[in-house]
């Protein structure tokens, strides 16, 4: 069974939830919210993506902010009904 990633959900929306939530303009994304973007396994948080967390968050900002702090997102990653474009 592989590691679950919920702590990293937990973390990522502790320091990051303002910089991809739908509302208000793409952010650069602090310090704070980058020390934990690293340390995530972004292919295991994609697959806990549902409908519910796509109301909340904008799926293009995650990718945004995920790139900004120096994480790879592989083209044609899908994160819950997003797929990640080319870079």
Known sequence: MGKSCEGDV??????????VRRSGPEVKP????????????????CKLVNKDIEQVIDMEKVVYV????GKT???GTHCGSYTVPPA
């Open 10 to 19: 937990l973390g990522l929306v502790s320091q990051c939830e303002k910089y």
């Open 30 to 45: 602090s310090w704070g919210c980058c020390a934990v973007v690293k340390t995530v396994d972004v292919a295991c948080v």
């Open 66 to 69: 995920a790139r900004s702090c």
């Open 73 to 75: 997102v592989a083209p």
